[in-house]
């Protein structure tokens, strides 16, 4: 008799069963049977209490309370008292303690066998197999790192660049751009936003709420500004293709064509200058001849955004008291240098560098590990013309390739040249704790242990608008057989013989701590934030007319219609998948069964000759992928909206084979000047299916 049917009969019962406390033992035993399977998952019972950490899940370390019972993990909430996320939360951060329990962790170390298949092997061969493999490959070895705000970095490339080799890179991100464009215009430092402060934001291409900078701080400073049944202290202007959270949030929308951000903010300066809005620097009135050409009228015809729209986010901006102009890319990565260098530009219009609420120089970080490599020269390294070298034969691909916490076969565009890399590269290794596109390509996969289980750090996330530390530190021992990949590289690094001036993870971020001035005790008990506000411009910038002029000269490939990227952090990175829970927040306008959902506006579907829940493809004349349509007046006319985060065929069952990848639809030109490679404008065709 199955559980139901002993339920029936319970239930059907004479009187005299129901008043007998037999049946209800034998229902207790019924229900234990059938509820309590070892698998199903259940809290531990005992104490509760609360530790104050940072998630290393989300890009720009938020600030979360972790929930333990009985010393168990259990659940990721916000931190009130965290000084930089002030109890907002991101889906990535509350999926921490989901993601650390998850079936489909990477559990053991594998290693690639004759036959092509990743068998598990014990700890021991797998760190004497990479260290006999660094040892032969000598100086031809080579690094790319997906998390460039932790320390681990810097053994990395103290590791690197000890066997004689300089290509330690960090994945492609809208800093690199912000530094080629900040340095062209005399900036010494890191490029920093001070949005706590601001009153009036005007965020182009810059998906502020949902991918850009420090998200949580973004969301808690838009909701703080904004408080429930008074009138808003905080205004918010953004530009984009799409109607996008963030979009939706703001006072202003403006639908701007996607690669015209830099076409906007000139119109921007030019209506600011007319104004009178005209802080003097060198190099002045060159850039108001140039913006001089940037019309109204001009502008709109370029960008799509209606020139009395225009006028009057120009005028707002102009009339708030601390206004600030952000200016990035939908994907966070791919975007060039010269919309920052007119985004700049305009804020040096309104006298917003240096200022309270405006742009702000930050330090670049003094490494404290021996032999690693200055911040400043790895954002500068770029990791596409090392790939696209090897692609092409230029550049000897390296004997061994590490890859720390990043996927870069899934989140670089298709021409980048990392498929010749991970193809002619002769050993691979992968750390990581899920198995990404990336490490099924790999010869060695090493487990790495998440947040919650080890030593790890976050350094000013780009973003910011001040000096920022904050430690994450184990507050339970790791999950299956992963190891904290700080700890095995400061051990392998000291069986070949390199020098890193510490012994294990805690020495390394106190060390790290003295040099800032910070108490690392104090932050490891209580998770105190160490700040340090910006000590404003270390140089007066300059306008480089000549610089945004040469990168206006862009030229972007002809295509019937433009891709506008939908980013969503509860859809995941590239490094961790969709999360299982973040699966509810999946509308039916980014997902229909497996297929990515392709939005355009009424006018666009009428061109092409389609209707909702057409099927359609999407092309960039080499790829091809499958949508089906649906009908959203929030975008742009000639423009197609898609989800980024999907098109998995790694992970779990929550990330594989659900709708397609969209960078396989981008592709890479170089930014004329700055020799940058940029992807975030991409050109796309939609034929039915």
């Given at each position: 008799?199955?559980?139901?049917?002993?339920?029936?009969?319970?239930?059907?019962?004479?009187?005299?069963?129901?008043?007998?406390?037999?049946?209800?033992?034998?229902?207790?035993?019924?229900?234990?049977?059938?509820?309590?399977?070892?698998?199903?998952?259940?809290?531990?019972?005992?104490?509760?209490?609360?530790?104050?950490?940072?998630?290393?899940?989300?890009?720009?370390?938020?600030?979360?309370?972790?929930?333990?019972?009985?010393?168990?993990?259990?659940?990721?909430?916000?931190?009130?008292?965290?000084?930089?996320?002030?109890?907002?939360?991101?889906?990535?951060?509350?999926?921490?303690?989901?993601?650390?329990?998850?079936?489909?962790?990477?559990?053991?170390?594998?290693?690639?066998?004759?036959?092509?298949?990743?068998?598990?092997?014990?700890?021991?061969?797998?760190?004497?197999?990479?260290?006999?493999?660094?040892?032969?490959?000598?100086?031809?070895?080579?690094?790319?790192?997906?998390?460039?705000?932790?320390?681990?970095?810097?053994?990395?490339?103290?590791?690197?660049?000890?066997?004689?080799?300089?290509?330690?890179?960090?994945?492609?991100?809208?800093?690199?751009?912000?530094?080629?464009?900040?340095?062209?215009?005399?900036?010494?430092?890191?490029?920093?936003?001070?949005?706590?402060?601001?009153?009036?934001?005007?965020?182009?291409?810059?998906?502020?709420?949902?991918?850009?900078?420090?998200?949580?701080?973004?969301?808690?400073?838009?909701?703080?500004?904004?408080?429930?049944?008074?009138?808003?202290?905080?205004?918010?202007?953004?530009?984009?293709?799409?109607?996008?959270?963030?979009?939706?949030?703001?006072?202003?929308?403006?639908?701007?064509?996607?690669?015209?951000?830099?076409?906007?903010?000139?119109?921007?300066?030019?209506?600011?200058?007319?104004?009178?809005?005209?802080?003097?620097?060198?190099?002045?009135?060159?850039?108001?001849?140039?913006?001089?050409?940037?019309?109204?009228?001009?502008?709109?015809?370029?960008?799509?955004?209606?020139?009395?729209?225009?006028?009057?986010?120009?005028?707002?901006?102009?009339?708030?008291?601390?206004?600030?102009?952000?200016?990035?890319?939908?994907?966070?990565?791919?975007?060039?240098?010269?919309a920052v260098m007119a985004g700049i530009a305009v804020n040096m219009?309104?006298?917003?560098?240096?200022?309270?609420?405006?742009?702000?120089?930050?330090?670049?970080?003094?490494?404290?590990?021996?032999?690693?490599?200055?911040?400043?020269?790895?954002?500068?390294?770029?990791?596409?013309?090392?790939?696209?070298?090897?692609?092409?034969?230029?550049?000897?691909?390296?004997?061994?390739?590490l890859i720390y916490d990043a996927n870069p076969l899934y989140s670089?565009?298709?021409?980048?040249?990392?498929?010749?890399?991970?193809?002619?590269?002769?050993?691979?290794?992968?750390?990581?704790?899920?198995?990404?596109?990336?490490?099924?390509?790999?010869?060695?996969?090493?487990?790495?242990?998440?947040?919650?289980?080890?030593?790890?750090?976050?350094?000013?996330?780009?973003?910011?608008?001040?000096?920022?530390?904050?430690?994450?530190?184990?507050?339970?021992?790791?999950?299956?057989?992963?190891?904290?990949?700080?700890?095995?590289?400061?051990?392998?690094?000291?069986?070949?013989?390199?020098?890193?001036?510490?012994?294990?993870?805690?020495?390394?971020?106190?060390?790290?701590?003295?040099?800032?001035?910070?108490?690392?005790?104090?932050?490891?008990?209580?998770?105190?934030?160490?700040?340090?506000?910006?000590?404003?411009?270390?140089?007066?910038?300059?306008?480089?007319?000549?610089?945004?002029?040469?990168?206006?000269?862009?030229?972007?490939?002809?295509?019937?219609?433009?891709?506008?990227?939908?980013?969503?952090?509860g859809m995941g990175t590239a490094q961790t998948g969709i999360p299982?829970?973040?699966?509810?927040?999946?509308?039916?306008?980014?997902?229909?069964?497996?297929?990515?959902?392709?939005?355009?506006?009424?006018?666009?579907?009428?061109?092409?000759?389609?209707?909702?829940?057409?099927?359609?493809?999407?092309?960039?004349?080499?790829?091809?992928?499958?949508?089906?349509?649906?009908?959203?007046?929030?975008?742009?006319?000639?423009?197609?909206?898609?989800?980024?985060?999907?098109?998995?065929?790694?992970?779990?069952?929550?990330?594989?084979?659900?709708?397609?990848?969209?960078?396989?639809?981008?592709?890479?030109?170089?930014?004329?000047?700055?020799?940058?490679?940029?992807?975030?404008?991409?050109?796309?065709?939609?034929?039915?299916?």
């Amino acid at each position: 008799m199955n559980r139901r049917g002993f339920l029936k009969f319970a239930a059907g019962g004479t009187v005299g069963l129901v008043a007998s406390p037999i049946i209800w033992n034998t229902l207790y035993d019924a229900v234990y049977w059938s509820q309590n399977w070892g698998w199903i998952p259940r809290v531990p019972r005992g104490d509760s209490t609360y530790m104050r950490t940072i998630s290393k899940l989300c890009p720009s370390g938020t600030g979360i309370r972790v929930r333990l019972v009985d010393g168990q993990p259990v659940r990721a909430l916000s931190d009130p008292d965290n000084p930089l996320s002030r109890g907002a939360l991101t889906a990535l951060a509350a999926a921490e303690t989901q993601l650390m329990v998850s079936p489909a962790r990477l559990k053991e170390p594998l290693r690639r066998t004759p036959d092509g298949a990743l068998v598990a092997i014990s700890w021991e061969e797998a760190e004497k197999l990479l260290r006999e493999k660094l040892a032969e490959a000598g100086g031809s070895t080579a690094c790319i790192s997906g998390d460039p705000t932790s320390t681990v970095n810097e053994l990395l490339s103290s590791l690197v660049e000890s066997r004689g080799s300089a290509d330690f890179y960090f994945m492609p991100d809208d800093e690199q751009a912000a530094l080629a464009a900040w340095s062209a215009m005399g900036g010494m430092g890191r490029l920093g936003y001070d949005v706590d402060n601001s009153d009036f934001i005007l965020a182009i291409g810059a998906n502020m709420l949902e991918s850009w900078g420090t998200v949580a701080r973004n969301r808690r400073n838009f909701s703080a500004g904004r408080p429930a049944g008074q009138e808003a202290r905080v205004k918010f202007a953004y530009a984009g293709p799409v109607q996008n959270n963030t979009a939706a949030g703001a006072d202003w929308w403006l639908p701007c064509r996607d690669g015209m951000e830099m076409e906007l903010a000139l119109g921007i300066a030019h209506l600011l200058i007319k104004a009178g809005h005209a802080v003097p620097s060198a190099g002045l009135d060159d850039f108001k001849a140039l913006a001089g050409e940037y019309t109204p009228e001009k502008v709109a015809a370029l960008t799509g955004v209606d020139a009395g729209r225009l006028a009057e986010v120009a005028k707002a901006l102009a009339g708030a008291e601390k206004p600030l102009v952000l200016v990035g890319s939908a994907l966070g990565a791919g975007g060039g240098a010269g919309a920052v260098m007119a985004g700049i530009a305009v804020n040096m219009l309104l006298g917003r560098v240096g200022a309270e609420g405006g742009l702000v120089n930050l330090p670049f970080p003094t490494p404290v590990v021996t032999g690693a490599s200055d911040y400043r020269a790895v954002v500068n390294r770029n990791l596409i013309a090392w790939s696209q070298s090897v692609a092409s034969g230029e550049t000897e691909a390296p004997r061994v390739l590490l890859i720390y916490d990043a996927n870069p076969l899934y989140s670089l565009p298709s021409d980048s040249g990392m498929e010749e890399v991970f193809t002619r590269s002769g050993f691979k290794v992968a750390m990581a704790s899920f198995l990404s596109e990336s490490c099924a390509r790999c010869d060695l996969v090493l487990p790495a242990a998440m947040g919650l289980e080890r030593f790890d750090d976050c350094y000013t996330p780009y973003g910011s608008g001040e000096v920022s530390w904050c430690i994450s530190h184990p507050l339970v021992k790791p999950f299956y057989n992963s190891r904290p990949m700080g700890e095995v590289l400061i051990s392998l690094a000291k069986e070949l013989g390199v020098e890193t001036g510490v012994k294990d993870m805690p020495g390394l971020l106190y060390k790290k701590a003295y040099s800032l001035g910070a108490n690392f005790r104090k932050m490891v008990e209580s998770g105190a934030v160490f700040q340090k506000k910006a000590s404003g411009a270390f140089s007066v910038p300059v306008y480089n007319t000549d610089a945004i002029r040469t990168a206006l000269t862009l030229k972007k490939k002809a295509a019937p219609l433009s891709l506008a990227p939908v980013v969503v952090l509860g859809m995941g990175t590239a490094q961790t998948g969709i999360p299982p829970f973040a699966t509810k927040i999946i509308t039916e306008y980014q997902l229909a069964g497996h297929s990515s959902v392709a939005q355009m506006n009424a006018a666009t579907a009428d061109k092409l000759g389609v209707r909702k829940g057409a099927r359609v493809t999407v092309g960039n004349g080499k790829v091809k992928v499958p949508a089906l349509v649906d009908i959203f007046e929030g975008v742009l006319p000639d423009a197609v909206a898609l989800s980024a985060g999907l098109g998995h065929t790694a992970f779990d069952e929550f990330s594989r084979n659900k709708g397609s990848n969209i960078m396989t639809l981008t592709s890479i030109t170089r930014e004329p000047g700055t020799g940058l490679p940029v992807w975030s404008s991409a050109g796309v065709s939609v034929d039915k299916a």
